[in-house]
């Protein structure tokens, strides 16, 4: 059995248990601690904070610069559509069934097998540099931000963020932004010439969201978006309302920065406007770059993805790619093909080893 044969069959054992073993977002513990035993079973020294885990190749030489590969061990909580049990790894038909086998259990566990074939390596060009982030599915504060916000990794050159593309190359992906408006106006009753509506005043905003286009448009992600997702006011049917909230959710892509796309909402809306935060980032990666052209080299396209990943808290180019199917995420009965496992580590393989082998 070859060394990319053995890490596949690890990989596919790994991907069980931690189907087998809850991990939704900010309960990550039990799974963090099955990838520490991972690392430990290897002799991989590895690192963690929380349920983040991070380690590096062997030779690691910080005059080199860094490639990332980067997945998440969090899930989302089973839909009530499921008819497995979404805790019971379940093979049948080629097929690996359980909660987070798609997204991204088999993404993390290729990519694991991929730094583990070239942890020993001494040829590399570059640092490999392995991180099982927490928190990702709701882009929570502790997560793979928490290891950039306090210098836990080095620098990094550039990433592959794991997450289900069929193993395409998601060569940019939308930033994410989430405005809460509040229309303000003065309350009154409402059978008489009293008051000024909020509601009426919040329309004429979210009219203007709803018509208004941003003029540059991104040659892979195309027209940036804004939806108007939640409203509220009013208290009884007698009184005009004199406030009225409502939500923006903006998927903002790499020509405007969230400053830009917030600084144009509050100078054409009359309602204030506040963001939730700025940090989940357009981002993308040159068609030019090494590890892109070492994927349409071996027959992978290329597009844009609309969904946000680790990806938004990267400052460093970045390659969104991974085994399985984006419409299995978050479905019932998810689940991936033994077989994108085994091809999702070759490509790996094949196009890490097109940029980091030294030549």
Not at 9 to 27: C, G
Not at 191 to 217: H, T
């Amino acid at each position: 059995m070859t060394l990319q044969q053995q890490l596949t069959q690890d990989a596919i054992v790994l991907l069980k248990q931690l189907i087998a073993t809850q991990s939704f977002s900010r309960e990550e513990q039990q799974t963090g601690d099955i990838l520490e035993e991972f690392f430990r079973e290897r002799n991989i020294p590895f690192r963690r904070k929380i349920n983040n885990l991070w380690a590096r190749n062997q030779h690691f030489n910080p005059a080199l610069p860094t490639v990332l590969l980067n997945s998440h061990h969090d899930t989302v909580k089973p839909n009530p559509s499921w008819t497995l049990n979404p805790f019971e790894p379940l093979v049948k038909d080629g097929k690996l069934f359980g909660l987070g086998s798609n997204d991204a259990g088999g993404c993390l566990v290729s990519l694991l097998a991929t730094f583990c074939y070239f942890y020993h390596r001494s040829d590399l060009s570059f640092n490999v540099l392995f991180v099982a982030s927490a928190e990702e599915e709701i882009s929570g504060v502790n997560g793979l931000e928490l290891l950039l916000k306090e210098n836990d990794l080095p620098e990094i050159s550039f990433a592959i963020v794991g997450e289900p593309t069929e193993m395409h190359l998601a060569i940019a992906e939308k930033g994410l932004m989430v405005v809460d408006c509040t229309a303000h106006g003065k309350a009154g009753h409402a059978a008489r010439e009293e008051g000024d509506n909020a509601i009426y005043k919040a329309l004429r905003d979210i009219a203007w969201i709803q018509q208004y286009e941003f003029p540059k448009v991104s040659p892979v992600l195309g027209k940036m978006k804004m939806s108007v997702t939640i409203i509220n006011a009013g208290k009884q049917h007698n009184v005009v309302p004199d406030t009225c909230t409502f939500t923006i959710d903006c998927r903002v892509t790499e020509q405007y920065s969230l400053e830009e796309t917030l600084d144009t909402i509050r100078q054409n809306i009359s309602s204030e406007a506040d963001a939730r935060s700025i940090r989940l980032k357009p981002s993308s990666i040159p068609l030019e770059h090494p590890i892109v052209k070492a994927g349409i080299k071996l027959g992978r396209t290329t597009y844009g993805s609309p969904t946000t990943s680790d990806q938004a808290v990267l400052d460093c180019q970045s390659l969104k790619l991974g085994p399985g199917h984006s419409g299995r995420s978050h479905t019932a009965d998810e689940f991936i093909y033994l077989s994108e496992i085994e091809e999702g580590i070759d490509l790996y393989i094949k196009m890490l080893g097109e940029v980091i082998i030294s030549k």
